[in-house]
């Protein structure tokens, strides 16, 4: 199994991408990766972009927590599971 990236809005990455940044400014995430490519074809209509993150976040308060954004794969490529905890970060 694997992490796929997963179609998203323009609008939407710019969510994700403020979040992760507020998240770094209040030192509150010090680690992760967050991946932006094209579309692929087939993705539904109005996908931007393909996404796929992982980042901890909650530090501040110690270990936090961990999210994921993207699809589980099989090793021939099929969905198994769509992740994405609400198109971003849990509330600050």
């Not at 323009?10 to 994700?16: C, F, M, N, Q, T």
């Not at 209509?45 to 270990?63: I, K, L, P, W």
């Not at 993207?70 to 969905?79: F, L, R, S, T």
């Amino acid at each position: 199994m694997r992490l796929s990236a997963t179609p998203y809005t323009k609008a939407d990455l710019l969510i994700l991408l403020d979040q992760v940044r507020e998240l770094i400014e209040q030192d509150d995430s010090f680690e992760g990766m967050i991946n932006w490519l094209m579309p692929e074809p087939g993705d539904p209509s109005g996908t931007d972009f393909r996404v796929e993150a992982r980042y901890r976040h909650g530090n501040s308060m110690g270990q936090g927590g961990f999210s994921i954004i993207g699809d589980w794969v099989d090793e021939a490529g099929h969905k198994i599971q769509h992740i994405d905890p609400g198109k971003g970060l849990p509330p600050a």
